[in-house]
């Protein structure tokens, strides 16, 4: 395991960290699973700024695998960082550099924030579909990959159970 890599169990809302990342979908105005509970704890603020987003930057929602950071409301974080993972069922043979740039772009945008620290959900592993080893593969590898290349970060993934954190760690054994 790389040392800068952290791997809990629990709510993501409760992260004391610069930046929570959110499984968005392309609208940005909320959703079920990991995005409702971002929105619920962060409070409208999120939304606000989400809209804003839309007003200017993407007025046709935020693409598949790009990251876009707004405030994280009354959440201890100080931002969210969206990002719209693929839909398996939909995503061909692009979904493996599509959930790999979820990362490296939501990491990025970290970076460009200042954060030393960066907590993420299973992007894709819930209402989206995506297998979850193969998703935990692709999701360890773009992060140890980027924090080879001598970024400081501390990077914990949050599973909201203890059984998705088994799968998640059985599957990178060896990585
Ligand atoms: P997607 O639409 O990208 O699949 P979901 O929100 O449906 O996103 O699911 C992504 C993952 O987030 C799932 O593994 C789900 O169990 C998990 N999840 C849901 N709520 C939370 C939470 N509060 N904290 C951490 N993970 C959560």
Redesign the pocket.
Known sequence: MHKNIRIKT????KEQVCAIVN?A?SSLLG????????HRAGGDAILEACKEIRAGRYPEGLPTGEAVATTAGAMDASYVIHTV?PIFSRCGNACESLLASCYTNSLNVALELGCKDIAF??????????P?EEAARIAYRSVKDFLDEGHEMTVSF????AQ?RKIFEESIRGL
């Open positions: 629990g709510d993501i809302t499984a979908n959703g079920g699973g990991v995005d409702g509970a971002i993972g959900p299973a992007i894709s592993t819930g209402i989206y579909g995506y979850k949050v599973f909201h159970n998705d």
